[in-house]
C-alpha cells in the first residue's frame, strides 16, 4: 500500500475544517462498528428456568437452554447474527467427558438453538477447562498438560459440535498443532466447510480474571502460562498465527484485545487473513466497575474501546458489548 501525505501545510492547510460539522465527522470517519462485526459469548448451564448473573459481569447471565433460545430471539431482533457459546457441565472430570459427549450442554444447546433460530450463526468454543476438574486445557499428566493426548479430545470435541450443527468452530486451548488434529477430524467426518476460528494468539492474561467466575473454568492448580502465551510476546504471536493459517485456520484470533492492539495491527499487516478479537471480561468489568461509580461515561467508553479494536486491524469482536453496542449502532 501506498500512501501520500504530501501537502502544503498551514495556515492552506487547516484538518479543524472536516472536523466542523457532525456531517463532516461521519461522512470522513474512518473506521465504522456494523452489528455484523459483533460476536456475542453466551454461558450455557444444565436445568431449566436458570438465569444468574454473574457477579463480576453485569448484565452478563449463565443462562440454562430456555433462556438460551429467549436469548437468542432478542439478538436476533437487535440485529445480532452471530453467538459464541461456552458450557458448563453438570459434572466435571479428569478427561473432561462432558466436552465430547454428545448429550453434552453444547451439543444439546447447538441443536436446539439450530432448530429455532436457524439464522442464528453458532460458533463453539473448543476447549477443555469449563470439563475437567482441574481446570487445565487439556489432559493433566504429573501437574504438566500433555498436548498431544489434549488433541484427541479436542477433535473429539470439535467434531461432536460440528454433528450437533455448530456453524464455526473456535478452539481456544493453544495446544500445538490442534487446528491441524481439528481440520483433519472434521475432514474425515465430512464437514469440509465448517470453518476454524482459530484463538491463535491467546496470552495468558489475567484479563481473563471475570470469565473464569462466568464459565466456572479457574484452573485448581497453577496457571496457563504452559500453554498460553507470554503478555511481553509479539514475534511469537506471528509464528503462532502463521502455524494456524498453514495448519487450516479460517479466521485468526488475537486475544486479549484492548492490551494487545499492536498484535492485532501486525496481523492483519502481515497475513491480510480475517482477523477476530476478543475483548474479553475483564476489559468489560473495567469498564463497567468504573461507570458504576461515575468515573466515566460507559456508553461513550465502550464505543471508543469497539472502535479502537476495529481501527486496530480486527474484521470482527467478539464482546459482551455487543447488545449494548447494537442498541447505539
Ligand atoms: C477457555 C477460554 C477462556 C476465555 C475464552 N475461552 C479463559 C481462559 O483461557 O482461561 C476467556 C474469555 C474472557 O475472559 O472473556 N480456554
Known amino acids: 500500500m501506498s500512501r501520500s501525505y504530501s501537502q502544503p501545510g498551514f495556515p492552506a492547510t487547516r484538518l479543524r475544517r472536516l472536523r466542523k460539522a457532525t456531517a463532516l465527522r461521519d461522512m470522513f470517519r474512518e473506521t465504522s462498528l456494523s452489528k455484523s462485526d459483533l460476536i456475542y459469548p453466551l454461558f450455557i448451564v444444565e436445568g431449566e428456568i436458570f438465569k444468574k448473573e454473574i457477579s463480576s459481569m453485569p448484565g452478563q447471565y449463565q443462562m ?7 436469548e437468542c430471539g432478542e439478538l436476533l431482533s437487535l440485529g445480532i447474527t452471530s453467538i459464541l457459546l ?8 479428569e478427561v473432561g467427558s462432558g466436552a465430547y459427549s454428545d448429550d453434552g450442554i453444547i451439543q444439546k444447546a447447538v441443536r436446539a438453538i439450530k432448530s429455532a433460530h ?6 463453539t468454543d473448543v476447549c477443555m477447562c469449563e470439563y475437567t476438574s482441574h481446570g487445565h486445557c487439556g489432559i493433566v499428566e504429573g501437574g504438566y498438560v500433555d498436548n498431544d493426548k489434549t488433541l484427541e479430545l479436542l477433535v473429539r470435541e ?8 455448530a456453524d464455526v468452530i473456535a478452539p481456544s486451548d493453544m495446544m500445538d ?3 491441524a488434529a481439528i481440520r483433519k477430524g472434521l475432514d474425515d467426518a465430512g464437514f469440509t466447510d465448517t470453518p476454524i476460528m482459530a484463538y491463535s494468539a491467546k496470552y495468558s ?7 473464569r467466575e462466568a464459565a466456572e473454568s479457574a484452573p485448581q492448580f497453577g496457571d496457563r502460562k504452559t500453554y498460553q502465551m507470554d503478555p511481553g510476546n509479539s514475534d511469537e504471536a506471528m509464528r503462532e498465527i502463521a502455524l494456524d493459517i498453514a495448519e487450516g485456520a479460517d479466521i485468526v484470533m488475537v486475544k486479549p484485545a484492548l492490551s494487545y492492539l499492536d498484535v492485532i495491527r ?4 502481515e497475513f491480510n487473513m480475517p482477523v477476530a478479537a476478543y475483548n474479553v471480561s475483564g476489559e468489560f468489568a473495567m ?6 461509580r461515575g468515573w466515566l461515561d460507559g456508553e461513550r467508553v465502550m464505543m471508543e474501546v469497539l472502535t479502537s479494536i476495529k481501527r486496530a486491524g480486527a474484521d470482527v469482536i467478539i464482546t459482551y458489548f455487543a447488545k449494548e453496542a447494537a442498541r447505539i449502532i
Open 86 to 93: 461456552f458450557g458448563i457441565p453438570a459434572e466435571k472430570d
Open 266 to 269: 501486525r496481523t492483519k499487516d
Open 205 to 211: 492474561s489475567a484479563f481473563y480474571g471475570p470469565f
Open 158 to 165: 470439535a467434531v461432536s459440535h460440528a454433528e450437533a450443527g
Open 287 to 292: 469498564v463497567k466497575a468504573a461507570a458504576e
Open 118 to 123: 436457524p439464522a442464528m450463526l453458532v460458533i
Open 177 to 179: 498443532g490442534r487446528v
Open 64 to 70: 440454562s437452554i430456555d433462556n438460551i433460545l429467549l
